[in-house]
């Protein structure tokens, strides 16, 4: 969600704002744009729709050395070329990641000293606020420090003054911004991976740290007052922005689904968190990590019998505080910058709730606000539609609920042994689903309209996650019902050929779900079976057969087939699969 890259240098900057752009288009966004320094004079271009747009009016061999970029995920005023960033006010322009908050009161104050807006953001406000405070304090390092207690929100800001025609100043606040440096320049971005072709070496800029940066030098701020920062080394390489080979980067990371659960299983043993001492878990999180959330409270309660609430982040955090002591409150996210996950569990530290954060990205907001983490070892992950990564979630928390079990004795030795056995098996059973033909399932049900999901127990949060994963990349409309609702209401949505897609994994209550898909089936659904489990064939049309599994191990296996289905349905629509409409990756704002 938005995106933020700048360069000063030895080396032309143009062809590095476009490229860091390139790498960022995968958090999501609606329009680009890019402002340079060229003989002294700041010149900006700006395009709706993808970079491509915008890198055919920019001409990449200007002679420029220094510049901000930006993808907008559009949140104040639609996605126009006045709306995109950078904005320009005064001697000021700028790029924005976040949501000012006051920028009403903020904009009054400005119309009020003459000041005019051409856009509907909050971030043309800032710029005039910026310019505002400068022309008083005539010293940008002065200003920004003031700007830090005027702006409310969140924010990462990259910031170009006409005054200062080799420095690019960086600051933030809530919103992720790191500060890359190399033998050849320095820059700013809003992770590595977006300069990752340029370095790997970068400094994590910290709320409210003010960064001024020239072509060889970097200097950090707080409070007025020059701080040293350790220098960090980015783990990964170029090769996560290389689809290798794959057509799509959400096919190649269903591909390493098998690796991520080999270096879940190795990293196990150095998980740091026994949770014996915890009467409850409270789990916060949105979207596939809910669903991921929904899967460990089964498991938890059932085997570790310790009573478990999933929460969605943005409802937790303004729901009243009830939680009580000797809970633990967990929050799980890929990006690890989701604005409502980190705001829930702040509510949690500050009412003195221990809190642990299962997280996939290293030193990322949520890993640095939590008490403790765990980091699930997916790796990067490009496309906006998660896949490893919330498997990830799903074996790291299976482990945790297990290893509860044991410590609490509810599960034997022989027990534990048999089911880390089932775990080990789990990434040749995910190559052979990762290998089975979707296509021809996907041709039956791709020009439906609607598609039910159905479950109950565990593989009701399994077809909440099957139902997200095709709605969001190949815009048919989903719904996952618990398969017991049904004739509450929606049955009355089924018609001759409506698909019905329904996880069986759980066979205590297979016999119920079976009647629920006859109950569908007598009016006309076509009815697709996910399940490693006997069941009359005269309940299903068409079965993906399931390897044999265990509670701990079926929620990863089940869901494999549905990643696949809902890629090779969205192929035949000729969606955009990397990079569905109106979505984001990293979902940075409220
Ligand atoms: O980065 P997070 O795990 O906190 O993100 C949570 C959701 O935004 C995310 O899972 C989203 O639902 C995905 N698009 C689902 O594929």
Redesign the pocket.
């Known amino acids: 969600m938005c995106g933020i890259i700048g360069y000063v240098g030895k080396k032309k900057a143009l062809p590095i704002l476009i490229e860091g752009l390139k790498a960022l288009e995968y958090r999501g966004y609606d329009s680009a744009g890019i402002a340079y320094l060229k003989n002294n004079t700041i010149e900006m271009v700006k395009s709706i729709g993808r970079i491509s747009n915008l890198e055919e009016k920019v001409i990449e061999t200007e002679d420029s050395y220094m510049g901000i970029g930006h993808t907008r995920w559009a949140t104040h005023g639609k996605p126009t070329e006045n709306n995109a960033h950078p904005h320009h006010v005064g001697k000021i322009t700028l790029v924005h990641n976040g949501i000012i908050e006051n920028y009403k009161e903020l904009k009054e104050e400005c119309l009020a000293k003459g000041y005019t807006f051409q856009s509907d953001t909050d971030t043309e406000v800032a710029a005039a606020m910026i310019d505002m405070v400068y022309r008083e304090e005539k010293d940008m390092q002065k200003t920004l420090q003031k700007i830090n207690k005027i702006l409310e929100g969140s924010y990462a800001l990259g910031i170009l003054c006409e005054d200062d025609t080799d420095t690019l100043y960086a600051v933030r606040k809530d919103s992720p911004l790191i500060v890359g440096t190399s033998t050849t320049g320095n820059y700013i971005a809003s992770d590595v991976p977006a300069i990752i072709k340029e370095t790997k070496v970068y400094y994590l800029l910290e709320p409210n740290e003010i960064a001024e940066i020239k072509e060889s030098e970097i200097h950090f701020y707080k409070e007025g007052k020059e701080i040293e920062k350790e220098k960090k080394e980015y783990e990964g390489d170029a090769s996560v922005r290389d689809k290798m080979g794959y057509a799509h980067f959400m096919l190649k990371e269903m591909h390493e689904e098998t690796d991520v659960i080999q270096n879940t299983l190795q990293a196990f043993p150095t998980f740091d968190a026994s949770l014996t001492s915890y009467k409850k878990i409270q789990i916060v ?7 991921a959330g929904l899967v460990a409270k089964s498991l938890f309660e059932k085997y570790a019998k310790v009573p478990v609430e999933v929460t969605i982040a943005s409802e937790y955090r303004y729901a009243p505080f009830l939680t009580e002591k000797n809970t633990l409150v967990i929050g ?7 604005a409502d ?1 980190l705001a829930a569990l702040k509510l949690a530290k500050e009412n003195g709730i221990d809190t642990l954060g299962i997280v ?1 990205v290293k030193e990322s907001s ?1 890993a640095r606000e939590v008490d403790k983490v765990i980091y699930t070892v997916a790796g990067p992950e490009i496309a ?4 490893k ?2 498997l990830a ?1 799903v074996t790291t928390l299976s482990l945790l609920a297990l290893s509860l079990a044991y410590e609490k004795d509810n599960i034997t030795k022989e027990e534990y042994d048999t089911i880390m056995h089932d775990f080990s098996l789990l990434p040749t059973k995910v190559k052979e689903l990762l290998n089975k033909n979707y296509k021809e399932i996907a041709e039956k049900i791709y020009q439906k309209e609607d598609i039910f999901y159905l479950g109950r127990g565990v593989d009701y949060a399994l077809a909440m996650e099957g139902s ?2 095709l709605k ?1 990349i190949s815009y048919i409309h989903a719904e996952a019902y618990a398969a017991g609702e049904l004739k509450h209401g929606t049955i009355s949505l089924i018609e001759k050929g409506t698909p019905v897609i329904s996880v069986i994994t759980d066979t205590n209550l297979k016999e119920k779900i079976v009647s629920n898909n006859k109950e569908v089936h007598a009016r006309g659904a076509y009815i697709l079976v996910i399940t490693n489990t006997d069941i009359p064939e005269e309940s299903y049309d068409l079965k993906i057969e399931l390897p044999e599994g265990n509670p701990f191990t079926n929620p990863v296996l089940a869901v494999v087939p549905m990643q696949m289905l809902g890629y090779e349905v969205a192929l035949l629509r000729k969606c955009d699969i990397d990079k569905p409409k109106n ?5 940075t704002v409220e």
């Open positions: 999180s949105c979207g596939s990590a809910f669903h799980v996210s890929q990006s690890g910058e989701t996950t996939n949520i906006v539609a998660t896949t990564a919330y979630q997200l994963k969001e979505l984001a990756k990293s979902v």
